[in-house]
């Protein structure tokens, strides 16, 4: 194991892939507005977790919806014409 491996350089760029984060799809996650709605993945993945409890199996349902949100927030928007701020 290298020492960018254990920096975590080689976990985020697998990550990256994963979640096909290519550029168009980092300029469009700049778009506060998908930054705001990004905020609610985790509480859905946490509530979809938890309702375990009340509705048993069927909870891959609600765990399913929310790793779908998930990969689909930061392509709802659009690209902003310019970065600078």
Do not use: K, Q
């Amino acid at each position: 194991m290298g020492g960018d491996e254990l920096r975590g350089g080689d976990f985020y760029r697998r990550t990256e892939r994963l979640m096909r984060m290519d550029d168009s799809a980092w300029r469009r996650h700049a778009n506060p507005l998908s930054v705001y709605s990004r905020f609610t993945c985790l509480p859905l993945i946490a509530l979809a977790v938890w309702s375990r409890v009340w509705i048993g199996w069927w909870a891959i349902v609600p765990l399913l919806l929310a790793l779908i949100w998930t990969f689909a927030s930061p392509r709802l928007f659009g690209a902003l014409a310019s970065l600078d701020n």
